[in-house]
């Protein structure tokens, strides 16, 4: 572990000599291994506290000095942190070149045009961040590019502003018709990537900071499937088509367990014990232990030869097109509005409720029919992963009819 501490050494001079004073030095110790940095300042010991790691108040012009070595600190301090986030080693000799060469490195920043950074930031984030979160990331940046073509105009970090706000959001939604919620996830990735390059000193324009330059994100009201309906899917007889068999108990099993699409591949026998499957997810990288309901066990059961006992997976897109059939072929016909904003453009499509199944429709379902079975919230968030009841509310897509009844529910039981 790097430590930092500053140390009093007499030079060879000071020795001579007899001196009082000897020179500040700041020591770093990282792996056993040891360099120093010079403050360049000399002090008598006896106005030096060690504790306390600053000159005492007896001393003429302390407050001054404290800053001084203080700002001293903490430069080194970035570097190895800076060095630590990305991944990298923070080894003696790399951490006195970095700091060595620091003018230099902080003209090289302010070379960095907008797009070149967010290159530099995506490749170090490949580290941390998931193959998905790197998609995301790279889907927005096209969008800037785009608008960027369209408004004839180089974005840099001196344009990042409200103008560029509101005409960004003009052609997202009023050129490309595309809806709100996804102009305010590119923003919101903007904003991430501002941030970072404002902390690191490569961007000066704080035009994002204002209370305007928002996040829009509206509530969409998304279907999740009634353990009615999902219990018509599974008694569906889909021997005559292997794919949407395999697709369909996929589907029930992401139903009964509330993880991602994405985790579901991962799934292998030594994550199962003592009748919970405990995995780390992929999006979140944390654990979750999931219950295995008997809808779950049924399944791994009826796979029980395949290297994870369940079936196997197909992409993303190939499984929604399939799962829509499997709706219409049980009838879920219920007619579902669907209401967004393209702007201040407000758009209402009806759909059949089959229309509107996707894998991430497991996921709601699992966390809406856990809650309706009186399932408490946080034994539920818990199991999905969710940080926040914000986020996770938005996941219980229940009536206001199914609401009135859980109420009713609840007060019988406690009559």
């Excluded at 829009?216 to 005559?240: C, F, M, Q, T």
């Excluded at 009841?389 to 019988?412: H, V």
Aim: glycine share 4%.
């Amino acid at each position: 572990m790097a430590t930092l501490k500053f140390v009093l050494n007499k030079s060879q001079h000071q020795r001579k000599i007899k001196s009082k004073e000897s020179m500040l030095m700041l020591r770093y110790t990282h792996k056993k291994e040891v360099t120093y940095f010079t403050a360049h300042k000399n002090i008598d010991e006896k106005y030096w506290d060690d504790k306390a790691q600053q000159v005492k108040r007896s001393y003429s012009g302390s407050d001054r000095f404290n800053i001084y070595i203080k700002t001293i600190k903490q430069k080194v301090e970035d570097i190895v942190n800076g060095l630590l986030i990305s991944g990298e080693d923070p080894t003696k000799d790399y951490v006195k070149r970095l700091y060595s060469n620091g003018k230099e490195l902080q003209e090289k920043k302010n070379q960095y045009s907008f797009f070149e950074y967010t290159e530099v930031y995506l490749e170090i984030s490949k580290k941390h961040k998931s193959l998905g979160t790197i998609k995301a990331y790279k889907t927005s940046l096209n969008q800037l590019k785009k608008y960027e073509k369209y408004a004839k105009v180089k974005l840099d970090w001196h344009n990042i502003d409200m103008n560029f706000y509101y005409d960004f959001l003009d052609f997202y939604t009023g050129v490309q018709g595309l809806t709100n919620n996804g102009f305010g996830k590119v923003i919101k990735i903007i904003k991430v990537i501002l941030n970072d390059a404002t902390e690191k000193g490569f961007n000066s324009n704080n035009a994002f900071h204002h209370k305007n330059f928002k996040t829009i994100k509206e509530e969409v009201n998304n279907i999740y499937l009634s353990e009615e309906e999902l219990e018509a899917i599974i008694n569906l007889d889909l021997k005559k088509s292997a794919v949407l068999e395999r697709v369909r108990d996929l589907f029930v099993f992401g139903c009964y367990t509330g993880l991602r699409f994405s985790d579901f591949s991962q799934v292998k026998p030594e994550h199962i014990a003592d009748n919970k499957l405990r995995i780390k997810t992929i999006k979140t990288d944390e654990w979750v232990t999931i219950p295995l309901l008997d809808q779950v066990k049924v399944i791994m059961e009826k796979y029980k030869d395949q290297p994870n006992s369940l079936p196997k997976s197909c992409v993303n897109q190939t499984m929604n097109r399939h799962l829509k059939e499997i709706g219409s072929l049980v009838g879920i016909d219920e007619k579902v509005l669907k209401i967004r904003n393209k702007g201040k453009e407000r758009i209402e499509e009806s759909y059949s409720k089959w229309e509107l199944i996707c894998t991430h429709t497991a996921r709601r379902s699992f966390a809406t029919n856990m809650f309706k079975r009186g399932v408490p919230t946080r034994v539920i968030m818990q199991i999905t992963g969710h940080r926040t009841e914000k986020a996770f509310s938005s996941y219980i897509k229940i009536s206001q009819e199914e609401n009135a009844d859980l109420m009713l529910k609840y007060l019988d039981k406690s009559a």
